[in-house]
């Protein structure tokens, strides 16, 4: 079944015993969450989370209810995803991307089910009224303060609309960005972008500075769950989002023309927010926020948008995140990332055979990458042609070690490399950028990143002694002992 709103994906959580209502009145600001962080720390991510009465910093309680914690487990995201198994989607890119035109004229048809496949992805524009623009603020009936906008962390700078999918345009090719930036309330219609300078959208925002032209802006929050998802993928550039939502889906997505910018918006969303950046204006404060590392990112200046309008369905329901000291829901939209993406880097790196990024190096802090090495240095090799791919650019730590390690269990990731590694001889540093967010790096973006060869090692790499085996009982015995195991009472 294809999931095409949001109330369609807490219908499809609610059928598999993953969703809890909350009827008890709980404040948006800070209650919230962390009712939600004890239960996104629950083993397998705890159960997602429907705030029925919601109680805005006024103390009245809004008559939207606050969806949280969605993605929150394995079995939500690949339901979101519309899989049994995130991998699924990985396998259907390889089979896209091993496209050999084979000989004869049966061959070649064989081809058209995945070229057909293909030609559905494109997002398709609906007439009439959509349903995300069934009622409309506009002018003084603005008031993004009527929303139940959390407060998530003592020290944050205001509100935080946190699972947004922001949406603006290339000013030169006209190529659709939708990135997942959390925006900070201001006022009843004035919100603080936080574009990071390495994402798409603080691109468009410096070419539209640069030309001297209002920057129009759309954020959208709920809608159907893959293109919720994709707001976060990291996709290069030329890549729409909603493209890539409309494979995940392997239906369209279904998009509207927004009322006041030259935009197109999801039409299933729960609510629009409508507005544009003026570069001739000031950057604003924004922040600090408690941030995915943690710990509290500080204030800094960031641009500021102009609301013009507010539009969302007739009984909407606010979908929104908390993140802060691992594991929480964000690592779960990130375990869909790299599963999903792995068939790529294996087109550039075909050595690779996994990768994995534990909730405790929040992504970009630590990655182990299993390769089949068949000569001396390609470890070394991987880590700089993963140091080159998009924001694997930021990884603070890359491990490297053999094909036959599980590089999805951390703790045998990190036995398997500790015992394989001198010290001196087979940790490398280098400069480059790290993330925004990295509060240790000895300048802003800036520092140094350290790459670890965990396989074993060729005399080439001066190893001159034997290498030995990995303890292993013997087939026999183990069939053996699987056979009188029922017996055994253990």
Same mark, same amino acid.
């Given at each position: 079944?294809?999931?095409?709103?949001?109330?369609?994906?807490?219908?499809?959580?609610?059928?598999?015993?993953?969703?809890?209502?909350?009827?008890?009145?709980?404040?948006?600001?800070?209650?919230?969450?962390?009712?939600?962080?004890?239960?996104?720390?629950?083993?397998?991510?705890?159960?997602?989370?429907?705030?029925?009465?919601?109680?805005?910093?006024?103390?009245?309680?809004?008559?939207?209810?606050?969806?949280?914690?969605?993605?929150?487990?394995?079995?939500?995201?690949?339901?979101?995803?519309?899989?049994?198994?995130?991998?699924?989607?990985?396998?259907?890119?390889?089979?896209?991307?091993?496209?050999?035109?084979?000989?004869?004229?049966?061959?070649?048809?064989?081809?058209?089910?995945?070229?057909?496949?293909?030609?559905?992805?494109?997002?398709?524009?609906?007439?009439?009224?959509?349903?995300?623009?069934?009622?409309?603020?506009?002018?003084?009936?603005?008031?993004?303060?009527?929303?139940?906008?959390?407060?998530?962390?003592?020290?944050?700078?205001?509100?935080?609309?946190?699972?947004?999918?922001?949406?603006?345009?290339?000013?030169?090719?006209?190529?659709?960005?939708?990135?997942?930036?959390?925006?900070?309330?201001?006022?009843?219609?004035?919100?603080?972008?936080?574009?990071?300078?390495?994402?798409?959208?603080?691109?468009?925002?410096?070419?539209?500075?640069?030309?001297?032209?209002?920057?129009?802006?759309?954020?959208?929050?709920?809608?159907?769950?893959?293109?919720?998802?994709?707001?976060?993928?990291?996709?290069?550039?030329?890549?729409?989002?909603?493209?890539?939502?409309?494979?995940?889906?392997?239906?369209?997505?279904?998009?509207?023309?927004?009322?006041?910018? *030259?935009?197109?918006?999801? =039409?299933? @969303?729960?609510? &629009?927010?409508?507005?544009? %950046? $003026? /570069?001739?204006?000031?950057?604003?404060?924004?922040?600090?926020?408690?941030?995915?590392?943690?710990?509290?990112?500080?204030?800094?200046?960031?641009?500021?948008?102009?609301?013009?309008?507010?539009?969302?369905?007739?009984?909407?329901?606010?979908?929104?995140?908390?993140?802060?000291?691992?594991?929480?829901?964000?690592?779960?939209?990130?375990?869909?990332?790299?599963?999903?993406?792995?068939?790529?880097?294996?087109?550039?790196?075909?050595?690779?055979?996994?990768?994995?990024?534990?909730?405790?190096?929040?992504?970009?802090?630590?990655?182990?990458?299993?390769?089949?090495?068949?000569?001396?240095?390609?470890?070394?090799?991987?880590?700089?042609?993963?140091?080159?791919?998009?924001?694997?650019?930021?990884?603070?730590?890359?491990?490297?070690?053999?094909?036959?390690? *599980?590089?999805?269990?951390? =703790?045998? @990731?990190?036995? &398997?490399?500790?015992?394989? %590694? $001198? /010290?001196?001889?087979?940790?490398?540093?280098?400069?480059?950028?790290?993330?925004?967010?990295?509060?240790?790096?000895?300048?802003?973006?800036?520092?140094?990143?350290?790459?670890?060869?965990?396989?074993?090692?060729?005399?080439?790499?001066?190893?001159?002694?034997?290498?030995?085996?990995?303890?292993?009982?013997?087939?026999?015995?183990?069939?053996?002992?699987?056979?009188?195991?029922?017996?055994?009472?253990?």
């Amino acid at each position: 079944m294809t999931l095409d709103t949001l109330s369609d994906f807490l219908s499809a959580i609610d059928a598999i015993g993953e969703l809890q209502r909350i009827r008890e009145p709980v404040k948006v600001d800070l209650e919230i969450c962390e009712i939600t962080d004890r239960v996104s720390k629950m083993p397998g991510g705890g159960k997602a989370l429907l705030f029925e009465q919601p109680v805005l910093p006024d103390g009245s309680v809004s008559s939207i209810p606050v969806a949280i914690n969605l993605f929150g487990s394995m079995k939500r995201m690949a339901l979101a995803l519309g899989v049994a198994d995130l991998n699924e989607h990985g396998e259907r890119i390889t089979k896209l991307l091993d496209l050999k035109v084979p000989e004869g004229i049966l061959g070649k048809l064989s081809l058209l089910p995945r070229l057909l496949e293909v030609a559905k992805f494109p997002p398709r524009v609906k007439g009439g009224t959509p349903a995300c623009q069934e009622v409309v603020w506009r002018g003084d009936e603005i008031d993004l303060r009527k929303l139940p906008i959390l407060t998530t962390w003592p020290q944050d700078g205001g509100p935080y609309i946190t699972l947004p999918m922001v949406i603006s345009k290339d000013p030169k090719r006209g190529i659709r960005n939708v990135g997942m930036y959390r925006v900070q309330l201001l006022g009843k219609d004035a919100v603080a972008m936080h574009w990071q300078r390495h994402k798409v959208g603080a691109a468009h925002w410096r070419e539209m500075a640069e030309r001297g032209e209002k920057m129009p802006v759309c954020i959208a929050i709920g809608g159907d769950p893959a293109s919720m998802y994709s707001a976060s993928a990291p996709l290069p550039p030329t890549v729409d989002e909603f493209i890539f939502a409309g494979f995940l889906r392997k239906a369209p997505v279904h998009l509207a023309k927004a009322l006041t910018c *030259d935009l197109e918006v999801p =039409a299933d @969303a729960e609510f &629009v927010i409508e507005g544009y %950046i $003026d /570069p001739s204006e000031p950057l604003v404060v924004e922040g600090p926020f408690g941030d995915h590392t943690g710990y509290y990112s500080e204030a800094d200046l960031y641009p500021k948008v102009h609301v013009t309008a507010v539009t969302m369905r007739r009984d909407p329901v606010y979908a929104t995140t908390i993140v802060g000291r691992p594991p929480m829901e964000d690592y779960y939209l990130g375990h869909a990332t790299e599963r999903i993406f792995l068939p790529l880097l294996k087109l550039t790196l075909p050595e690779v055979v996994d990768y994995h990024m534990p909730a405790e190096g929040l992504f970009h802090n630590l990655v182990f990458v299993s390769i089949k090495k068949e000569f001396p240095g390609q470890a070394y090799k991987v880590m700089n042609a993963m140091w080159g791919q998009g924001l694997m650019s930021l990884a603070k730590v890359l491990v490297v070690v053999d094909h036959w390690v *599980d590089v999805q269990d951390a =703790a045998n @990731a990190w036995w &398997v490399a500790l015992n394989n %590694i $001198d /010290p001196e001889r087979d940790v490398r540093f280098t400069m480059g950028p790290v993330d925004v967010l990295d509060h240790a790096s000895r300048a802003f973006t800036y520092g140094s990143k350290m790459g670890i060869d965990g396989t074993k090692k060729f005399p080439e790499e001066g190893f001159a002694r034997n290498w030995p085996e990995v303890i292993q009982m013997d087939a026999a015995t183990r069939a053996r002992v699987d056979e009188i195991w029922p017996r055994l009472g253990l």
